[in-house]
């Protein structure tokens, strides 16, 4: 046999090895999935091919939300996708309930966003972290503690609305999350916004962000960690974080109350986890870490619910009205600052929010890993997918809103609100894992919001002529796809 006919017949043999080789780790894959194949075929969805699934109708990472509620309203009120895994959708309150009740993991999409920067802060945190942080955070976010913070997001409203332009279109949302980041800067830090800078850039690297990690989320090779590590995004992420962390670095320095607690101190989140840290379970990094993820959410978050309002306002002249007359109530022609007190008696207007994020939530999607198999009659949630929760189709659900396009705050009257499944309505997530922040997230909103209306009137929305033409682009909090661009009106003061 010759040297050639040697080496063919060798490299047939390797390859007909790695053929075989590979052909037992597909069928073992494939076999250590077979439930989550089985019961996934019993769910109504989109034609799904192998390997890809349904990703080859998620082109458009800014498109994402839209195409998902598309194929979705073909089969509602439950629907699958696979993507990495089988993704099972609802819009059903019912289901929602059965699953959050009983299931906290968050899953693989939560870790993605935190990466190695954000792990272990409470919104990102495996279960068992998260349950030794929940019980700390929610001793800062309790209603005496965050009512403290009135005058804080009052002020800054102040400050913002002598600032905003009249007569021509302004949009709103970078005004509303500069005043929001001031606001956090004082009441997670603990520091005067001033003493910090790169405020503009970190709007910035939060919004590219949260594109890349889209881009990773919809392409199956950044799913490994090899292919992840080694591409040009993994390095941008790293530039990101590492400035959002410089930033939360320069507040822990400069905030005098992590080296001497004070009174006022503990009222401030980074005093109180280092004043409540008996066990060292937040060292500096996870300190670090905490600040730079709730900075920006925190701002982003009342960010869009205000400037949604806002848009609503505009369009709905008869409520706008409404607004203002209990306004006129409250302060009269006074141009003093708002109190808790004064904020307490706006029921309209809390109302009027709650019916904006109603219709548009800042959490579009919400999601939980399914690690044991789930009976959700007549179906079965397999053990290694991910149940996700389509906020706003919940929201616009006519089950449980009549004409569900209609911005009516009246919904929110407490005899309305009684006759609901309250996993109905869940702006802010609901059970256990829900945002520990959404008693601190409503009131800035309604501290900015009254000292904005007490001011100025929308005259005009830009872009928008209706509810149905507001597309929420998809991120980690949902934005309108065209900005919150309004013509502002100043009001006489009598």
């Known amino acids: 046999m010759s040297r050639l006919s040697r080496f063919c017949t060798i490299s047939d043999a390797l390859i007909c090895v790695t053929a075989i080789l590979v052909l037992r780790l597909i069928l073992t894959f494939v076999w250590n999935r077979r439930w989550l194949y089985y019961h996934g075929s019993k769910f109504p969805g989109p034609v799904a091919f192998p390997l890809i699934g349904n990703m ?37 309150a019912e289901y929602v309930e059965k699953v959050f009740t009983r299931c906290l993991d968050k899953g693989i999409l939560y870790d993605i966003i935190a990466d190695d920067y954000f792990k272990d802060t409470i919104i990102f945190a ?27 997001f009052i002020r ?39 003493l910090l800078t790169g405020k503009k850039q970190s709007v910035r690297d939060v919004l590219r962000f949260e594109e890349i990690v889209l881009k990773r989320f919809f392409n199956p090779l950044y799913f490994f960690k090899y292919f992840w590590d080694r591409s040009s995004y993994k390095n941008e992420i790293r530039e990101i974080c590492q400035r959002a962390h ?32 008996h066990e060292n379970q937040f060292s500096y990094e996870l300190l670090l870490r905490i600040a730079s993820t709730l900075l920006p959410i925190s701002s982003e978050t009342t960010a869009v619910g205000a400037s949604s309002v806002l848009l609503m306002l505009g369009m709905h002249p008869e409520v706008q009205e409404k607004v203002s007359e209990e306004l006129q109530s409250v302060f009269g022609h006074s141009d003093r ?25 800042p959490l579009p999607l919400i999601g939980r890993e399914i690690n044991r198999n789930f009976a959700l009659d007549p179906y079965v949630l397999p053990a290694g997918c991910r149940f996700v929760v389509l906020v706003q189709h919940i929201h616009r659900n006519p089950e449980y809103w009549s004409e569900p396009l209609k911005f009516d705050p009246d919904r929110f009257l407490p005899e309305e609100t009684a006759k609901r499944n309250r996993f109905a ?15 601190y997230a409503m009131l800035s909103m309604k501290a900015t919001l009254a000292t904005v209306l007490r001011r100025y009137k929308i005259a005009k929305v830009m872009d928008y002529r209706s509810v149905e033409e507001i597309e929420l682009t998809f991120s980690f909090v949902g934005k309108a796809s065209k900005g919150y661009r309004v013509v502002l009106e100043k009001k006489c003061q009598s």
């Open 425 to 439: 309505y869940i702006p802010f997530s609901i059970g256990s894992r829900n945002c520990p922040g959404s008693r």
């Open 246 to 277: 410089q930033f939360a670095e320069k507040m822990v320095d400069e905030n005098e109350s992590l080296k001497k607690i004070t009174q006022d101190g503990e009222k401030r989140l980074l005093s109180h986890l280092i004043h409540s840290n």
């Open 126 to 152: 495996p279960l068992s972290v998260w349950k030794k942080q929940r019980k700390v955070m929610d001793h800062f976010f309790k209603p005496n503690v965050v009512n403290c913070f009135a005058s804080i």
């Open 56 to 92: 080859y109708l998620l082109e458009d990472v800014k498109k994402i939300h839209a195409t998902i509620c598309k194929y979705y309203d073909k089969y509602a009120p439950i629907g699958r996708f696979w993507i990495d895994t089988l993704y099972v959708c609802t819009s059903k």
């Open 156 to 194: 800054e409203a102040r400050r913002v609305t002598e600032n905003l332009e009249v007569g021509k279109p302004v949009d709103l949302f970078l005004n509303m999350w500069n005043l929001g980041t001031n606001a956090a800067c004082e009441t997670i830090g603990g520091v005067h916004p001033k």
């Open 337 to 361: 600052d708002a109190t808790l007190e004064d904020l307490s008696q706006l029921d309209y207007l809390d109302r009027v929010i709650k019916e904006s994020l109603r219709l548009f939530p």
